[in-house]
C-alpha cells in the first residue's frame, strides 16, 4: 500500500531532523551565550519542537491547508452581512511598501511623515464619504467601533451635565450591538420593526424619552432594507437631545449615493474589512473607524492626527493633547496595514469608482433576490440593497432545514449564506453576492439553490448527511461540543 498522499501529512509528521528551509547569515557579532543575557529561570530547559521541513514542504504544507478552506481568492463567498467582496492584490503591494511595513510604532514623527500622512487622508476620505466631520482609525473592528462610539456617547452626555441610561436598538440588531451598549455602561431597550421590516417613527416615538442616550440602527438594516423614515427618526431622536449612532457595516450599498452624515446620524462606524476590502474572516485583522459631528469630535480617541501648514510646506503630527478625549482604546494607532489596504482602495475606486461599486453590489444583490423568489420564501419582498434574506420556511415544512441546504452547498464549493440571522426571520437564509462576482457565478449560484431545491423531495438524505466532499464532514456541533469538553479532561495531546 502506498502512503498516504502526502498533504494529508501535518507538518510535524512532515518533520525530520536537520532539514532546513532556511539559513540564518552570520551576524558578525560576538555573541554571548544566552545564559548570561537571560536569567536562567526564563530558559527553556530543551528547545522548542519546531518542524523541521524544507521549503518546498513548507509551500506544499500552507496550499494544501488553504485548499482545503474556502475562501475569497477560491470561489463564490454570499456571506451575509460580511462582504465577503475580492480583495485586490494590489493593495497587498502597498501594505508591504517598506515605509510602511518596517515603520516602528515609537519612531519619531518627522521620520514617519509618510505613514502619518496617510493615516490622515484616509481618515479624510472616510469623513467625505461619510458625511461626517472627523474619523479616528483606532478601533480594530466593527464592534470595537460601536464600543468605541458608545464611550463617546457617555462622555458627550457626562459633559452636557446629565448621564442617560438607555441605548435604543431594534429587534434586527447585529448581535454586537447590544453587547456594546452593555460594555460602555448603558442598558438595552429594544423595539420592534414594524411588518415591512423597517423602523417606524412611532413605535420609536413609543420608546423613546430623556433617558436615551442614543439610538443605534443599521442602515441599510440586516433585511437589506434602507430605513425610508430614518430623517424623521434622526428628530425625534434629537428632540429628546439623544445621539443617532449608525452601525455601517453595510456601507456597501451607499458609497458615492447616501451619506450618514446628510441623513442625521451623529456616529458611525466603518468596517474597512468589509466595505474597503481588506482581507477578514478566521479573526484576522480588522479595522473599525469612527466618523463623528463636530459636537464630538473632543472626545476621539487619542492620538489624533494632525496637519500643521507652514507656508506651502505640510507636516504631519500626533496629538496627545486633547483633555475631553475618551482615552486610548488599542495599543499604537490601530490596524496600521489594514488601513493602507483600505486608503489603496479608496484611490484606486476614486469617488465615481465606489458609487459603482454601490450600485453593482444592489444590483446583484436584487439579481439574486428575483430569480430565487419562485423557490424560497422572500418574507420582506421589496427592492433590496447590497443583500436580502431567504425563509427556508418552505423548504422546513417539506422536512429538510436552512442548516442542512447551508452545508449541503458546501458540495458545489460556495460558501453558505448567513444563517439563521437576522433573528426576526425564521429559517433565515441572509444573502449578500458583492459587487465583484460576475454573472455567470451568480447564475451557477441560483443553480445550486434550484438543485438543492428539487433535492429537498427527491434526495432528503443527502442534505441531511451534506457535505460529502469537505476535508470535514458534518459535524454534531451539540455532540462535538461535549466530546471536544471530555477530550480537553482525558487527552493531554490534545
Ligand atoms: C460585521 C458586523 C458588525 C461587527 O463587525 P466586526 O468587525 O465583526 O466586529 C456589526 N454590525 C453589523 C451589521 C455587521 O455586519
Not at 448603558?186 to 411588518?195: D, E, I, P, R, T
Not at 446620524?265 to 463636530?294: A, M, Y
Not at 469608482?353 to 421589496?382: C, T
Request: glycine share 8%.
Amino acid at each position: 500500500m502506498p502512503t498516504m498522499p502526502d498533504n494529508e501529512l501535518n507538518i510535524f509528521e512532515k518533520s525530520r531532523h536537520g532539514r532546513r528551509g532556511l539559513s540564518l547569515p552570520k551576524n558578525g557579532i560576538d555573541a554571548k551565550p544566552l545564559e548570561t543575557l537571560i536569567e536562567k529561570r526564563f530558559l527553556r530547559n530543551k528547545p522548542p519542537e519546531l518542524p523541521e521541513v524544507p521549503e518546498s514542504e513548507v509551500v506544499r504544507h500552507f496550499v494544501g491547508l488553504s485548499m482545503k478552506n474556502h475562501h475569497i481568492d477560491k470561489g463564490f463567498y454570499p456571506l451575509g452581512s460580511c462582504t465577503m467582496k475580492y480583495n485586490p492584490k494590489i493593495n497587498e503591494r502597498t501594505c508591504r511598501l517598506p515605509g510602511f511595513s518596517c515603520a516602528h510604532p515609537f519612531q519619531n514623527d518627522s521620520t514617519v511623515q509618510g505613514a502619518l500622512e496617510l493615516m490622515f487622508s484616509t481618515a479624510e476620505y472616510l469623513s467625505e464619504i461619510a458625511g461626517m466631520h472627523a474619523v479616528t482609525l483606532q478601533p480594530v473592528a466593527g464592534a470595537h467601533g460601536e464600543l468605541c462610539g458608545m464611550l463617546i456617547t457617555r462622555k458627550y452626555h457626562e459633559k452636557q451635565g446629565k448621564q442617560r441610561k438607555y441605548v435604543i436598538l431594534p429587534d434586527s440588531a447585529h448581535g454586537t450591538n447590544p453587547a456594546s451598549v452593555v460594555c460602555a455602561g448603558f442598558q438595552v431597550k429594544q423595539v420592534k420593526s414594524s411588518a415591512d421590516g423597517t423602523l417606524s417613527p412611532d413605535d420609536l416615538r413609543a420608546v423613546i424619552d430623556e433617558d436615551t442616550a442614543a439610538v443605534m440602527l443599521t442602515n441599510p438594516n440586516t433585511l437589506g432594507l434602507f430605513e425610508t423614515e430614518i430623517e424623521e427618526i434622526a428628530k425625534i431622536v434629537h428632540d429628546v437631545g439623544a445621539l443617532l449612532y449608525m452601525d455601517g457595516a453595510n456601507l456597501n450599498a451607499q458609497l458615492g449615493i447616501v451619506r450618514p452624515g446628510d441623513l442625521g446620524f451623529d456616529i458611525v462606524h466603518f468596517n474597512l474589512h468589509k466595505t474597503f476590502s481588506t482581507p477578514h474572516g478566521g479573526g484576522g485583522p480588522g479595522s473599525g473607524p469612527v466618523g463623528v459631528v463636530e459636537k464630538l469630535e473632543s472626545f476621539l480617541p487619542v492620538p489624533v492626527v494632525t496637519k500643521r501648514t507652514d507656508g506651502n510646506r505640510h507636516s504631519f503630527h500626533l496629538s496627545y493633547d486633547r483633555p475631553d478625549s475618551i482615552g486610548k482604546l488599542h495599543a499604537f494607532y490601530g490596524n496600521f496595514g489594514v488601513v493602507v489596504r483600505a486608503c489603496t482602495y479608496i484611490l484606486m475606486n476614486g469617488g465615481e469608482g465606489l458609487r459603482e461599486v454601490s450600485e453593482a453590489a444592489v444590483i446583484n444583490a436584487n439579481y439574486l433576490k428575483e430569480k430565487l423568489r419562485g423557490k424560497f420564501d422572500l418574507p420582506y419582498p421589496q427592492h433590496c440593497m447590497h443583500e436580502f434574506v431567504l425563509s427556508g420556511n418552505r423548504q422546513k415544512k417539506r422536512g429538510i432545514r436552512t442548516t442542512d441546504m447551508a452545508k449541503r452547498m458546501l458540495d458545489f464549493g460556495v460558501h453558505a449564506p448567513t444563517c439563521y440571522f437576522p433573528l426576526i426571520v425564521p429559517e433565515a437564509l441572509m444573502i449578500e453576492p458583492t459587487e465583484t462576482e460576475t454573472r455567470e457565478t451568480l447564475d451557477r449560484f441560483v443553480e445550486i439553490m434550484i438543485q438543492i431545491d428539487r433535492e429537498v423531495d427527491e434526495m432528503p438524505q443527502t442534505l441531511k448527511d451534506a457535505p460529502h466532499n469537505t476535508p470535514v464532514r458534518r459535524l454534531d456541533e451539540r455532540k462535538a461540543a461535549t466530546d471536544l469538553d471530555v477530550a480537553w479532561r482525558t487527552d493531554d495531546k490534545l
